[in-house]
């Protein structure tokens, strides 16, 4: 079997209808030699079920990382994931994000020794997240403007992530004022230096624990690479139950921490 040269971790919790369409996502890229980690918080047995069910389906194989429901723990299983990865490589993504048939092609294309790239996502209604079906994904249909308009979708400038050309696409990616961060839908780098900071603070809960990871990568060196425009996800509407406002006052505190102290180390991640 040939080796992999990039890994996939995708994290998920309880939401195997949302994570069946974005694996469905997987199934159609034209970059077809990753491996597939599904990072999971403590989904009941119907992901489980679901995962064995898609695994008849897919071309790739499926590692299901799993530990027991302890709340929002995030952090903690992305960094068993991150472990449990067989590549040099590692593309982070979540369970509500479809992926476009290049998302690995672009993500492959545009590593670099020392960079991380930082990639965008374009948010849907929750009613065209719910009716977007097999056929849509395979087809392509859902990533078509003129169809995802049809079906709900408001029309805006962030429409150029899913139409814009290829020359427009690169403009845009220099020219767009959102500074290129660590972010949990999108984002890949080399697993050396993922681990050379410790992975993901364990301590912090929802509210920004992806991007404490890209600060510290920062601090260490790395510098980010804006793909906002190049690698397109679909992020499909949820609601966020889990978002406390002491977990993130908690997690704002770690961050501003990690700025002042230029920190390139957690003592709370894959090393404890």
């Not at 027991?68 to 723990?73: I, M, S, T």
């Not at 672009?106 to 670099?112: F, S």
């Not at 395979?138 to 078509?144: I, Q």
């Not at 049809?150 to 427009?168: H, R, V, W």
Request: with cysteine; glycine share 6%; hydrophobic share 30%.
């Amino acid at each position: 079997m040939k080796q992999k040269d990039i890994s996939v971790v995708i994290s998920t919790y309880n939401s195997p209808d949302w994570l069946e369409k974005v694996l469905w996502g997987y199934n159609t890229q034209t970059y077809m030699n990753f491996e597939m980690v599904i990072a999971d918080d403590g989904s009941k047995p119907e992901t489980k079920n679901l995962i064995a069910q898609l695994e008849k389906e897919v071309f790739y194989e499926i590692k299901h990382v799993w530990h027991e429901d302890n709340g929002f723990q995030k952090s903690q299983i992305l960094n068993k994931a991150i472990v449990a990865c067989d590549t040099d490589y590692i593309l982070m993504s979540d369970g509500d994000c479809i992926p476009k048939e290049n998302f690995i092609e672009e993500h492959i294309k545009h590593r670099e020794e020392g960079y991380f790239l930082s990639g965008g996502y374009h948010k849907l209604p929750m009613e065209l997240s719910k009716s977007i079906t097999k056929n849509d994904v395979y087809n392509g249909s859902c990533f078509d403007v003129d169809w995802l308009k049809k079906n709900g979708m408001s029309t805006s400038f962030k429409n150029n992530k899913i139409e814009a050309s290829s020359l427009a696409i690169n403009i845009l990616n220099v020219i767009t004022p959102t500074t290129p961060s660590w972010n949990g839908h999108n984002a890949s780098g080399w697993k050396k230096d993922i681990v050379a900071i410790n992975g993901f603070d364990e301590r912090m809960q929802y509210g920004g624990q992806d991007r404490e990871l890209g600060e510290r990568l920062v601090n260490n060196g790395i510098k980010p690479k804006q793909i906002r425009y190049s690698t397109v996800c679909l992020h499909l509407d949820h609601p966020r139950g889990y978002a406390t406002q002491e977990s993130i006052e908690k997690n704002l505190s770690i961050r501003k921490e990690t700025k002042v102290k230029k920190s390139k180390w957690t003592n709370y991640g894959i090393k404890q």
